[in-house]
C-alpha cells in the first residue's frame, strides 16, 4: 500500500514512518532527506536548492517530480511507499496522482498528524538525528541516550541546519500557505485520517497502526 503522512514540520512525520517501515516494510521516502543528501555531496541539485531549503521556502515542484518518479516509476517500490513531506502543495498533490496512473498504482491513505504550533517550534528547535542510522531525538522531549549507546553505536548527532527559530517561523508560515490546502484534497478524496500528534510517539504509532491494519485488510 502507499501511504502519505502529512503534517506541520515537526509533527512526527519522519518519527513516525519509522515504526510504519518496521512494522509493515515499507519504504520510506522523504523528499527532505533526500535534499539534504544532494546538499551534503554538493551535488548539482544540492547547489541548485541549499539556499531555498535554508530560507524555509519550497523548491520547485519540477525538482521534487523528478526525485518522486524516480522512485514511483522503480518496480521495487511498486505499490509500497510511505511519503513523508511530500505533497507539499496542491500542484504536487496533482503530479502525485498522475504519477500514480501512470504507473498503475494507488494511494491507500493520508495521514495527518495535527500539532500546536508552540509544540512544533519546541520539537524543531530541540530536534536532532542520529548520523548514522538517522533516528530523530529530541533534546527536550525524547533525549537521545539511547541511540548513543545501543542502537548503533554511533555518537554524532546532528542538528539540522534549518532547525533555527528564525529559519522555522518561515517553514510554518510556507506550511500554512502552500502546503495546509492539500489536507482538504485528500478529505474530498476520502482517504483523509485525523491524527491528534501531541500525544506519546507510541500511543500515535499504535493508533496509525490500527488505521493501516483496517485499510491493509
Ligand atoms: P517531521 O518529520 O514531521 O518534521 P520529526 O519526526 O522529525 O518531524 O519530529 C520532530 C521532533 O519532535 C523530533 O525531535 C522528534 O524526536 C520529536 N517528536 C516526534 N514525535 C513526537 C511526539 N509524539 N512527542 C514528542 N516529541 C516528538
Ligand atoms: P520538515 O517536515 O521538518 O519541515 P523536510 O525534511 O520535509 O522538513 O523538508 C526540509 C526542506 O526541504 C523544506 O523546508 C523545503 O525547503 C524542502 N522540501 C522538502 N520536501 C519538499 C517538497 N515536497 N516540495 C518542496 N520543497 C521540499
Given at each position: 500500500m502507499n501511504v502519505i503522512l502529512l503534517g506541520?514540520?515537526?509533527?512526527g512525520k519522519g518519527t513516525q514512518a519509522q515504526f510504519i517501515t518496521q512494522r509493515y516494510g515499507i519504504p520510506q521516502i522523504s523528499t527532505g532527506d533526500m535534499l539534504r543528501s544532494a546538499v551534503k555531496v554538493g551535488s548539482d541539485l544540492g547547489l541548485k536548492v541549499k539556499d531555498i531549503m535554508a530560507s524555509g521556502g519550497l523548491v520547485s515542484d519540477e525538482i521534487i517530480n523528478n526525485l518522486i518518479e524516480n522512485k514511483i516509476s522503480n518496480p521495487e517500490y511498486k505499490n509500497r511507499i510511505i511519503f513523508d513531506?511530500?505533497?507539499?502543495n496542491l500542484e504536487q498533490a496533482k503530479i502525485l496522482d498522475n504519477l500514480l496512473k501512470k504507473y498503475n498504482q494507488q494511494m491507500s491513505l493520508a495521514l495527518n498528524l495535527k500539532v500546536d504550533n508552540q509544540i512544533l517550534v519546541k520539537r524543531i528547535t530541540g530536534r536532532v538525528t542520529c548520523s548514522a542510522c538517522n533516528k530523530t531525538f529530541n533534546t527536550f522531549f525524547d533525549p537521545p541516550k539511547n541511540c548513543e549507546l545501543?542502537?548503533?553505536?554511533?555518537r554524532k548527532l546532528i542538528t539540522r541546519s534549518d532547525d533555527n527559530e528564525e529559519t522555522i517561523v518561515k517553514r510554518l508560515k510556507t506550511y500554512d500557505e502552500k502546503t495546509f490546502p492539500v489536507l482538504d484534497y485528500y478529505l474530498k478524496k476520502g482517504i483523509m485520517k485525523n491524527i491528534?500528534?501531541?500525544?506519546e510517539i507510541n500511543a500515535i504509532s499504535d493508533q496509525l497502526f490500527t488505521i493501516i491494519a483496517a485499510v491493509r485488510s
Open positions: 506541520p514540520p515537526g509533527a513531506g511530500f505533497p507539499r545501543k542502537e548503533c553505536g554511533q491528534d500528534g501531541m500525544q
